[in-house]
Nanobody, 115 residues
């Protein structure tokens, strides 16, 4: 089993920034990729960013240029820097990873963007 714990969500005004962090523990050997999904009220969960052990990243078009994922392979952590936040970024953000054919998820952290 892999356990993922997120932190760093909160309420921010439009144009503001937040940093989310996720720490993996348990059976962490071979986990790859790591990344972030989000789910807004009434909407499906969607991919935000993926980062591989190699450093390769993928981003949703809606966050390109505003969000940046980073990963520390030694510490088994993945962060997401959220800049230029918009109200439509409001969602619960979930950390995730894969090991073999299994997906693992964190409990989620709320990000709210509002004036």
């Amino acid at each position: 089993q892999v356990q993922l714990v997120e932190s760093g969500g909160g309420l921010v005004q439009p144009g503001g920034s937040l940093r989310l962090s996720c720490s993996a523990s348990g059976s962490i050997f071979g986990i790859d990729p790591m990344g972030w999904y989000r789910q807004a009220p009434g909407k499906r969960r969607e991919l935000v960013a993926t980062i591989y052990r190699s450093g390769r990243t993928n981003y949703a078009d809606s966050v390109k240029g505003r969000f940046t994922a980073s990963r520390d392979n030694d510490k088994n952590t993945v962060d997401l820097q959220l800049n230029s936040l918009k109200p439509e970024d409001t969602a619960v953000y979930y950390c995730y990873t894969q090991k073999g054919l299994r997906d693992f998820w964190g409990q989620g952290t709320q990000v709210a963007v509002s004036s």
